[in-house]
């Protein structure tokens, strides 16, 4: 439907052929895109740095969002106004970055990401001097691309065909250098340029167009998929930090099942990320990995808050249960072999795409409170409901048990006991077979080895 509306609209507009350095230009009566879908902040940039005698678009993924009927997540402004102009005219703006400079301009709690035209870098060019061979890694990627540019150079350099339109909320039109409306019209992500020199360029531009092509229900250009194959072991020299960014993007996307597969598709999961990798294709914990992006992709179409901390504690919890459990056949006491699971698990992560520290205290927990859904005597069921964290870890136990991971007798007797009186609640209890409170070790008395760790780290999983 949306395919044929756009036709209908931009089919028409297309008078004369794209060309790098001429747009076509679809005017207001072209196209639906209306200045009121654009935020107030972008909006008003526009008109500012317009009215200030420089030119002013909203580009890239907005556009391209609006012209498929889609909400877009942000509004970024691209202009030919210097950072310091863009600066001196917004009172609440600030310049961020060093290696490219953009200005922030803050409107309310809008923030609209304003950058100055830049062109391509290329080594092709006769011109280029030393210096500006250093600035690519032996690989091709580009390690630094600060050169202002034109209009028509800012849509080049941008990764596939519909992220170069740009938008002029005060005279209602559409700018495409790049046949992105067109590509758009026919469903296609095609990459600017010679898609093997961009990729090589930019590595993270193979994650994009899986990503992108999932969340926009794209094909990939058979010419711009082709080089993937080939070129998916440069990802290995992407830094760890923006790896990192460009997988939970593509997790908390809302189209994170579909983008696990066009990764597939792509064959970039293997080897590379690992984390998907493994935890999707284990036999026992891969169902409940797959049910938690599923889970995760509902929630947010349903506006609800989702944690990054519980995908990654979902997407790691077949290696932790698979150490959990191997220890425990060695011998050593439950909960330590959890403990000593979690850090092996982490340890390991850490050597191919490394989890920023600022999760693990979270997914620790999540994982540190699994087998305490399994004592349903005592006390200690009123404890863990009474646990800061037990909203998430029971959805994490319930969803474990959905896929087959954990009893589901287990998981509807705890959904029952959360909102059952306090009567049903003490008739609900079972005989208390879980682990017995430790005895207090006598002062300089021995320690048994089968403690396992020290006391404040067993206790989550122990009777606290
Ligand atoms: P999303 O909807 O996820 O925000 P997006 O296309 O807007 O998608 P951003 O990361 O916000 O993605 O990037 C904004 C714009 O910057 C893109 O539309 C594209 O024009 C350009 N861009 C982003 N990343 C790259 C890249 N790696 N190479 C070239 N251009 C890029
Ligand atoms: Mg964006």
Redesign the pocket.
């Known amino acids: 439907m949306i395919k044929s509306f756009i036709s209908r609209v931009f089919g028409r507009g297309a008078k004369q052929a794209a060309h790098p350095s001429k747009p076509v230009v679809y005017g207001p009566d072209k196209h639906h895109i209306r200045k009121d879908h654009i935020s107030r902040g972008a909006r008003k940039t526009c008109e500012e740095l317009q009215r200030a005698g420089h030119t002013a678009y909203v580009?890239?993924?907005?556009v391209?969002?609006l012209i498929l009927g889609r909400r877009?997540?942000?509004f970024?402004v691209a202009t030919s106004a210097h950072p310091d102009d863009v600066r001196s005219l917004f009172r609440r703006s600030r310049i961020i970055g060093r290696r490219f400079q953009i200005v922030h301009v803050m409107f309310g709690a809008e923030t609209v990401e304003v950058s100055t035209y830049r062109a391509h870098f290329t080594t092709k060019d006769p011109e280029a001097d030393d210096d500006e061979k250093d600035r690519q890694d032996v690989h091709g990627r580009v390690l630094s691309d600060n050169v202002f540019g034109t209009q028509a150079e800012d849509a080049v350099?941008?990764?596939f065909t519909v992220?170069?339109l740009f938008y002029d909320p005060v005279k209602e039109e559409v700018w495409d250098y790049q046949h992105g409306v067109k590509d758009l019209v026919a469903r296609k992500l095609v990459m600017i340029g010679d898609p093997a020199t961009r990729y090589r360029e930019?590595p993270?531009?193979m994650l994009?167009a899986a990503?992108?092509s999932a969340?926009l229900g794209l094909t990939i250009d058979p010419k711009t998929a082709a080089p993937i194959r080939e070129l998916r072991h440069l990802l290995e020299n992407v830094p760890q930090a923006r790896l990192f960014e460009e997988i939970l993007?593509m997790l908390l996307?809302g189209n994170a099942v579909a983008c696990v597969q066009r990764l597939r598709d792509l064959e970039l999961h293997h080897g590379l990320l690992p984390l998907l990798d493994d935890s999707l294709e284990d036999a026992a914990t891969g169902p409940f990995a797959m049910a938690a992006l599923k889970a995760t992709d509902d929630r947010l179409r349903e506006d609800k808050p989702v944690s990054p901390a519980f995908l990654l504690a979902a997407l790691l919890w077949g290696r932790v249960e698979r150490r959990w459990h191997e220890l425990e056949e060695k011998g050593q006491p439950s909960t330590p072999s959890l403990h000593s699971a979690m850090h092996d698990a982490l340890d390991a992560q850490r050597e191919s795409l490394a989890i920023p520290r600022r999760f693990d205290a979270t997914m620790k927990e999540l994982w540190l409170l699994q087998p305490r859904f399994l004592q349903r005597g005592g006390t200690r069921p009123f404890r863990l409901l009474e646990h800061p964290r037990f909203r998430a870890a029971y959805d994490f136990f319930e969803l474990r048990a959905q896929a087959g991971n954990a009893p589901l007798e287990i998981a509807h007797w705890w959904e029952k006991f959360q909102d059952a009186s306090g009567e049903e609640r003490s008739r609900m209890l079972q005989a208390d077979d879980g682990p017995k409170k430790k005895k207090r070790r006598r002062r300089g008395g021995k320690r048994r080895p089968e403690d396992g760790g020290s006391p404040e780290e067993v206790a989550p999983g122990a009777d606290e």
């Open positions: 580009v890239g993924g907005a391209r969002d877009p997540k942000d970024d350099r941008r990764d992220n170069a930019d993270v531009r994009r990503r992108l969340k993007k996307s």
